[in-house]
Nanobody
Framework: QVQLVESGGGLVQAGGSLRLSCAAS????????SAWFRQAPGKEREFVAA????????YYADSVKGRFTISRDNAKNMVYLQMNSLKPEDTAVYYC?????????????????WGQGTQVTVSS
């Protein structure tokens, strides 16, 4: 069993930066793919970024490529999302998730554990 707790969300002006953190419990955290998803009001949950268990492989949605960076610290059971050059369209609740099995990292239905989410609001 893995429990996830996100933090770091808030209100920021367009062009600003935020760093989201995800604290994970469980000794096997370091063996799983970790990811960030987001969900805006009235929209489906969408993939943002994912990182392999070792941190050497990363994947990004086209909409955030070049602006967001995902990283992890397995010694601390933490996953991070550094968000730069934020835009109003980045406004959403951001969720941390863990993928235990196989399948595409881009589909929420493949993920086994989810955090409660943290709100990010970008004002224009």
């Amino acid at each position: 069993q893995v429990q996830l707790v996100e933090s770091g969300g808030g209100l920021v002006q367009a062009g600003g930066s935020l760093r989201l953190s995800c604290a994970a419990s469980g000794r096997t955290f370091s063996t799983y793919v970790s990811a960030w998803f987001r969900q805006a009001p009235g929209k489906e949950r969408e993939f943002v970024a994912a990182i392999g268990w070792s941190g050497s492989s990363t994947y990004y949605a086209d909409s955030v490529k070049g602006r967001f960076t995902i990283s992890r610290d397995n010694a601390k059971n933490m996953v991070y999302l550094q968000m730069n050059s934020l835009k109003p369209e980045d406004t959403a609740v951001y969720y941390c998730a863990i993928l235990k099995g196989g399948g595409s990292v881009k589909y929420p239905s493949n993920y086994d554990y989810w955090g409660q989410g943290t709100q990010v609001t970008v004002s224009s």
